[in-house]
């Protein structure tokens, strides 16, 4: 029997001790026999007084493999800044044979049960930050852009719009010449963010290798260019002679100077305090 979205919280729960912190892993969608969780990374002694912001996360993998994994570091790191961190499993097409199409679909849903369960979560729904890489960073600015691929069973009164995007090497152009057109087609128009820029898009910070052999540096130049145009702040931080994927844990310099640009970032939104002494390790 399918359990609809919306109509539980907790299915079952998992606590591992990481880095001297609990995580828990919550289930927040079922399609069909697939079960799809997230793992939720707090701020250490939180103030039960306090909304804290919260920081959705999309791993990579060209919507065909990837694990919630790639983003683990960052949501250590963010989560002990004060942030509320999401790691999000979604369908691929290695594991249940799906389509991009039904990657977006859970993305979108993923930021509305976060939002849905602010409460719970102790989190505020008016700061909410989506970040990812590659085909993860797709998704992230896709759930802020893109009108289409709902669930079905998803509330579509919760809002899938983030407040804010943290892109790393996104993939934002699906069209002819863009990544993923032979597997999107003429669908492109409705799902490539860089298709469908809007006027309010969420402030936004991009980070890519100019030696980025998926995403070229002068598509991204463009990208920035039209979301100032409709009066979005959008910052772009090319790297040098960097490749696609410079910015994982396993390029630690790499690692450690996107995670600053990040911290100052959503610091200059109001999201974080400044001087950290929280170590990027």
């Keep these: 029997m399918r359990i609809k979205q919306y109509t539980y919280f907790l299915i079952f729960s998992m606590f591992v001790i990481a880095s001297s912190f609990a995580q828990e892993k919550i289930l927040y969608k079922q399609v069909d026999t697939t079960d799809l969780v997230m793992e939720v990374h707090r701020p250490p002694n939180m103030d039960s007084t306090i909304n804290y912001p919260a920081m959705v996360f999309f791993f990579g993998g060209g919507w065909k493999g990837g694990t919630i994994k790639h983003f683990e570091h960052h949501a250590q790191y963010?989560?002990?800044?004060?942030?509320?961190?999401?790691?999000?499993?979604?369908?691929?097409?290695?594991?249940?044979?799906?389509t991009p199409f039904e990657s977006l679909k859970d993305a979108k849903s993923a930021i509305r049960f976060v939002r849905a369960n602010a409460e719970k979560f102790q989190i505020d729904p008016d700061k909410l930050i989506a970040s990812g890489g590659s085909a993860g960073g797709h998704l992230a600015a896709a759930t802020a852009l893109i009108d289409d691929y709902n669930e079905a069973t998803d509330d579509l009164s919760q809002s899938s719009i983030p407040n804010a995007l943290v892109l790393y090497n996104p993939v934002i152009d699906n069209g002819p010449?863009?990544?993923?057109?032979?597997?999107?087609?003429?669908?492109?128009?409705?799902?490539?963010?860089?298709?469908?820029?809007?006027?309010?898009?969420?402030?936004?910070?991009?980070?890519?290798?100019?030696?980025?052999?998926?995403?070229?540096?002068?598509?991204?130049?463009?990208?920035?260019?039209?979301?100032?145009k409709v009066g979005s702040r959008c910052e772009l931080h090319l790297y040098e002679n960097e490749p696609h994927g410079f910015f994982n844990y396993d390029k630690l310099e790499n690692y450690k100077k996107t995670v600053i640009e990040t911290d100052k970032f959503l610091q200059s939104l109001g999201y974080l305090s400044e001087n950290s002494e929280v170590a990027i390790e």
Aim: proline share 5%; net charge positive; hydrophobic share 30%.
């Design 78 to 98: 963010f989560s002990k800044r004060g942030i509320v961190c999401f790691l999000v499993d979604y369908r691929v097409e290695s594991r249940q044979g799906t």
């Design 177 to 228: 010449g863009g990544y993923g057109y032979e597997r999107v087609g003429d669908s492109y128009k409705d799902f490539s963010p860089l298709h469908n820029i809007k006027k309010d898009a969420p402030p936004t910070i991009i980070f890519l290798g100019t030696k980025d052999k998926l995403i070229p540096v002068k598509t991204m130049e463009y990208y920035k260019t039209v979301m100032e």
